[in-house]
């Protein structure tokens, strides 16, 4: 089911200020904005309100108070038949402390009512330790007159005003196109992000959407611990870029009763959507959501058999251990093919007659030196599989009792909060960790990030929404079967193309950059998955074949990702795209950057995601610390000018190497950071300590 988002874009543009906001005037002068009569905040980010409620907020990370947002209508209803309340005539202020799994802060309220009897009360809590990151919630109260029928509410509304250097943005949502998670916002730009279902099996993401200009950026989001299907849309208008968030609520208030937005955020932040992100981390975090930590085999260098395509042999699969170990990968992934359909997941008999067969296999690849993985693809049942034909009550449903399909394998999804559904996977997992002895799941599909409401009326759901709701307590179950089977196990989490739902990360140590698109998606996926992880990461670059040119490594190796390969050898393989052979000229290339791996092993230091702009810096520019010493990755077509090292502590002197082509470059202190460079498509720089020097 695809659920169109709430309104179109002249409708937002209406509600972001009118047409005041369409017109491209939009100020504070604008009919109902007036003076600030109520002011909340920290040391990095003040909120004003008008006299109806319209807020603003002003930054003060730069050191200096900036107004980022003129005042408007943040915290709105619509009811139905379109009208939108929005002035909250302002009533009072309060503010109190608290202390709770946030830490130590400061709660403000601020309350209004609207000429319909409408009281709204928005709550911003600032917390000592999130600084910029108020939490947010806003309850509406009928206190008089006639009944309200809401439709949705927003909160969270703000244009970021141009600073006449470009904007950039950051959005959660999936889309089928597989389309860039970072992109710039051009003057037509509008992206509802739905964080629902947006094609029949591609759906769900990361609640936040974000927008930036060159000296600062504003966020909003949600922190409730299962999805929610609302809208985050980013809208550019003459004015600026808007964030927001919206959710559908039809409710009837009758006088008393109230209505409550969802727990929500909104901030500011300097350079680009890192500092976001990392602080949403932290948030679901101290709620109970983050990432395990990756044991040691998360990191290691990955070949993946997918060259050989689905009709590989036996034969040939294990003729290329010895050189995937002499290269100096680790795993040796099955992938698709193995079985005889989705569903089922019994052996393909042309591949493994037995279970016997399989068990053999597994041991042939222990011998080899290497780790055995197996590919799987939960929640999706083929036509004329077994499972379909006697379990039909597994099915998701729609309204309309018609099946969701699952485009890749032309399958069916199954529910993921039906207990049968449950069962059956958890016995499989652990057939394949605690028997078959695979010590890796790679679990793959764009269908596995988020599923849409389920109107099975065998499931007995207390409401549709459920399945969206319990999809992460399925993926717990399968991440707790491996580990259980063996503690140890990499649970690698491949949603093709999508944006990574941050409910489902709890449940996997180890993320790819999932069928990247370009060198370009590697890095940006790299940047914003060690932000909602950790800056430790196990976050691979997927097969090096899918990055420009096939062999661009180096957009893996200096973010800190886990290198990974489908080389074929000494054959070609199979596939329409076939390209995979390990010639002697690319084993050359191969060689080198497996040994660069796995002497720095980078992606085990720390990412230093808020050191760069990846839309403004140019060159693209990504920091990792490891063990003392600062790695730099420079990124771009051609360049032949300065680079900024960025994050060299006071009073010490770095030695800087070309760490790829062994190149002195010379030494680096932190007043003395920038050094000329020329290069093509990248550039890659250790930077050692050697000795303090005179302040």
Same mark, same amino acid.
């Given at each position: 089911? =695809?659920?169109?988002?709430?309104?179109?874009?002249?409708?937002?543009?209406?509600?972001?200020?009118?047409?005041?906001?369409?017109?491209?005037?939009?100020?504070?002068?604008?009919?109902?904005?007036?003076?600030?009569?109520?002011?909340?905040?920290?040391?990095?980010?003040?909120?004003?309100?008008?006299?109806?409620?319209?807020?603003?907020?002003?930054?003060?990370?730069?050191?200096?108070?900036?107004?980022?947002?003129?005042?408007?209508?943040?915290?709105?209803?619509?009811?139905?038949?379109?009208?939108?309340?929005?002035?909250?005539?302002?009533?009072?202020?309060?503010?109190?402390?608290?202390?709770?799994?946030?830490?130590?802060?400061?709660?403000?309220?601020?309350?209004?009512?609207?000429?319909?009897?409408?009281?709204?009360?928005?709550?911003?809590?600032? %917390?000592?330790?999130?600084?910029?990151?108020?939490?947010?919630?806003?309850?509406?109260?009928?206190?008089?007159?006639?009944?309200?029928? =809401?439709?949705?509410?927003?909160?969270?509304?703000?244009?970021?005003?141009?600073?006449?250097?470009?904007?950039?943005?950051?959005?959660?949502?999936?889309?089928?196109?597989?389309?860039?998670?970072?992109?710039?916002?051009?003057?037509?730009?509008?992206?509802?992000?739905?964080?629902?279902?947006?094609?029949?099996?591609?759906?769900?993401?990361?609640?936040?959407?974000?927008?930036?200009?060159?000296?600062?950026?504003?966020?909003?989001?949600?922190?409730?611990?299962?999805?929610?299907?609302?809208?985050?849309?980013?809208?550019?208008?003459?004015?600026?870029?808007?964030?927001?968030?919206?959710?559908?609520?039809?409710?009837?208030?009758?006088?008393?009763?109230?209505?409550?937005?969802?727990?929500?955020?909104?901030?500011?932040?300097?350079?680009?959507?890192?500092?976001?992100?990392?602080?949403?981390?932290?948030?679901?975090?101290?709620?109970?959501?983050?990432?395990?930590?990756?044991?040691?085999?998360? /990191?290691?260098?990955?070949?993946?058999?997918?060259?050989?395509?689905?009709?590989?042999?036996?034969?040939?699969?294990?003729?290329? %251990?010895?050189?995937?170990?002499?290269?100096?990968?680790?795993?040796?992934?099955?992938?698709?093919?193995?079985?005889?359909?989705?569903?089922?997941?019994?052996?393909?008999?042309?591949?493994?007659?037995?279970?016997?067969?399989?068990?053999?296999?597994?041991?042939?690849?222990?011998?080899?030196?290497?780790?055995?993985?197996?590919?799987?693809?939960?929640?999706?049942?083929?036509?004329?599989?077994?499972?379909?034909?006697?379990?039909?009550?597994?099915?998701?449903?729609?309204?309309?009792?018609?099946?969701?399909?699952?485009?890749?394998?032309?399958?069916? /999804?199954?529910?993921?909060?039906?207990?049968?559904?449950?069962?059956?996977?958890?016995?499989?997992?652990?057939?394949?960790?605690?028997?078959?002895?695979?010590?890796?799941?790679?679990?793959?599909?764009?269908?596995?990030?988020?599923?849409?409401?389920?109107?099975?009326?065998?499931?007995?759901?207390?409401?549709?929404?459920?399945?969206?709701?319990?999809?992460?307590?399925?993926?717990?179950?399968?991440?707790?079967?491996?580990?259980?089977?063996?503690?140890?196990?990499?649970?690698?989490?491949?949603?093709?193309?999508?944006?990574?739902?941050?409910?489902?990360?709890? %449940?996997?140590?180890?993320?790819?950059?999932?069928?990247?698109?370009?060198?370009?998606?590697?890095?940006?996926?790299?940047?914003?998955?060690?932000?909602?992880?950790?800056?430790?990461?196990?976050?691979?670059?997927?097969?090096?074949?899918?990055?420009?040119?096939?062999?661009?490594?180096?957009?893996?190796?200096?973010?800190?990702?886990?290198?990974?390969?489908?080389?074929?050898?000494?054959?070609?393989?199979?596939?329409?795209?076939?390209?995979?052979?390990?010639?002697?000229?690319?084993?050359?290339?191969?060689?080198?950057?497996?040994?660069?791996?796995?002497?720095?092993?980078?992606?085990?230091?720390? %990412?230093?995601?808020?050191?760069?702009? =990846?839309?403004?810096?140019?060159?693209?520019?990504?920091? =990792?610390?490891?063990?003392?010493?600062?790695?730099?990755?420079?990124?771009?077509?051609?360049?032949?000018?300065?680079?900024?090292?960025?994050?060299?502590?006071?009073?010490?002197?770095?030695?800087?190497?070309?760490?790829?082509?062994?190149?002195?470059?010379?030494?680096?202190?932190?007043?003395?950071?920038?050094?000329?460079?020329?290069?093509?498509?990248?550039?890659?720089?250790?930077?050692?300590?050697?000795?303090?020097?005179?302040?």
């Amino acid at each position: 089911m =695809i659920t169109e988002h709430l309104v179109s874009r002249r409708g937002l543009l209406g509600l972001w200020g009118g047409t005041v906001l369409a017109a491209g005037v939009l100020s504070s002068t604008q009919a109902w904005a007036g003076p600030a009569v109520a002011r909340v905040g920290d040391r990095a980010l003040t909120i004003e309100f008008d006299s109806a409620l319209n807020s603003r907020l002003i930054s003060s990370l730069s050191g200096q108070a900036v107004t980022l947002t003129e005042f408007g209508a943040s915290e709105t209803v619509t009811l139905e038949g379109d009208k939108v309340v929005d002035r909250f005539f302002f009533a009072d202020q309060r503010q109190e402390a608290v202390s709770d799994r946030h830490g130590a802060g400061v709660r403000h309220l601020v309350r209004g009512v609207s000429a319909e009897g409408l009281e709204k009360t928005v709550s911003l809590t600032f %917390y000592d330790r999130y600084p910029g990151f108020p939490l947010m919630k806003v309850d509406w109260r009928l206190t008089r007159g006639e009944p309200l029928k =809401i439709a949705s509410y927003r909160v969270g509304a703000h244009t970021l005003k141009s600073s006449r250097g470009g904007f950039w943005s950051w959005s959660g949502s999936t889309h089928a196109d597989r389309r860039d998670w970072v992109q710039p916002v051009g003057e037509d730009f509008d992206q509802p992000n739905f964080m629902g279902m947006n094609a029949s099996d591609y759906g769900s993401g990361t609640p936040v959407a974000d927008v930036w200009r060159p000296d600062a950026g504003i966020a909003v989001g949600h922190i409730e611990l299962t999805p929610k299907l609302v809208s985050l849309p980013i809208i550019a208008s003459p004015a600026g870029a808007s964030v927001a968030l919206q959710e559908a609520r039809v409710v009837t208030l009758n006088v008393g009763e109230s209505i409550s937005s969802l727990d929500a955020f909104v901030t500011v932040h300097r350079r680009d959507y890192y500092a976001t992100l990392d602080a949403y981390r932290r948030v679901m975090a101290d709620r109970g959501m983050a990432a395990p930590k990756a044991p040691d085999g998360s /990191y290691e260098a990955i070949w993946c058999a997918w060259g050989y395509d689905r009709n590989f042999t036996v034969a040939e699969v294990e003729g290329t %251990y010895a050189k995937v170990k002499d290269m100096g990968f680790t795993w040796a992934v099955l992938d698709d093919g193995w079985q005889t359909n989705e569903g089922d997941w019994a052996l393909d008999p042309r591949k493994f007659r037995t279970e016997a067969d399989m068990v053999a296999f597994v041991t042939a690849i222990r011998a080899a030196g290497l780790k055995p993985k197996l590919w799987l693809a939960p929640l999706a049942v083929d036509p004329g599989s077994d499972l379909l034909h006697d379990h039909t009550d597994m099915l998701l449903l729609d309204e309309n009792g018609a099946v969701q399909d699952v485009t890749w394998w032309n399958a069916f /999804y199954l529910c993921p909060a039906y207990q049968p559904t449950k069962d059956y996977t958890q016995k499989l997992i652990h057939k394949i960790i605690g028997e078959w002895g695979y010590e890796g799941l790679k679990l793959d599909g764009q269908h596995m990030n988020g599923v849409a409401p389920c109107h099975n009326p065998a499931h007995n759901h207390s409401h549709p929404e459920e399945s969206v709701e319990k999809l992460q307590d399925f993926w717990k179950m399968v991440y707790d079967t491996a580990i259980a089977a063996n503690p140890n196990a990499v649970v690698e989490f491949c949603p093709c193309g999508t944006s990574y739902a941050f409910h489902n990360l709890p %449940y996997t140590n180890q993320v790819p950059s999932s069928d990247p698109l370009s060198s370009w998606q590697v890095r940006l996926k790299g940047k914003s998955l060690k932000a909602l992880m950790g800056r430790d990461a196990a976050y691979a670059g997927d097969h090096v074949e899918l990055s420009d040119g096939g062999n661009d490594f180096a957009s893996s190796v200096g973010i800190g990702a886990v290198i990974s390969t489908k080389f074929t050898w000494p054959e070609e393989g199979r596939g329409p795209d076939a390209n995979f052979r390990l010639t002697p000229e690319r084993e050359v290339v191969w060689r080198k950057w497996t040994e660069i791996y796995n002497d720095r092993m980078l992606p085990k230091g720390q %990412y230093l995601g808020e050191l760069y702009d =990846i839309g403004f810096d140019k060159p693209e520019a990504h920091a =990792i610390e490891k063990d003392g010493r600062l790695y730099y990755g420079f990124y771009a077509s051609e360049w032949n000018g300065e680079v900024e090292l960025r994050g060299l502590a006071e009073n010490t002197s770095y030695r800087l190497t070309d760490y790829f082509n062994g190149v002195d470059l010379g030494t680096a202190t932190a007043n003395a950071a920038r050094i000329p460079a020329r290069f093509d498509k990248f550039l890659l720089i250790e930077a050692v300590p050697t000795q303090g020097v005179q302040a």
